[in-house]
Nanobody, 115 residues
């Protein structure tokens, strides 16, 4: 099992920045990839960014150039730095981790961007 705890969400004005953090615990050595998803009210959950154990990254087109995913293996933490935030970035952001046995999700952290 892998447990994930997100933090760093909040209310920010358009144009501002936030850094989301996700701390993993449990069978962390088995994790192949970690990522961030988001879900806005009335919309499907969508991938924001992902990073593999080797450091390869992938971003949704909507956040390319504004978002950066990174991981600190020593702290078992993955980060999502979001800049130039827009009202359409408002959503519940979930951290996810994948290993050979399945996918794991955190409880989510709310990001609200005011115009």
């Amino acid at each position: 099992q892998v447990q994930l705890v997100e933090s760093g969400g909040g209310l920010v004005q358009a144009g501002g920045s936030l850094r989301l953090s996700c701390v993993a615990s449990g069978r962390i050595l088995s994790i192949n990839a970690m990522g961030w998803y988001r879900q806005a009210p009335g919309k499907q959950r969508e991938l924001v960014a992902a990073i593999t154990s080797g450091g390869s990254t992938n971003y949704a087109d909507s956040v390319k150039g504004r978002g950066t995913i990174s991981r600190d293996n020593a702290k078992n933490t993955v980060y999502l730095q979001m800049n130039s935030l827009k009202p359409e970035d408002t959503a519940l952001y979930y951290c996810t981790a994948t290993n050979d046995w399945g996918n794991y999700w955190g409880q989510g952290t709310q990001v609200t961007v005011s115009s």
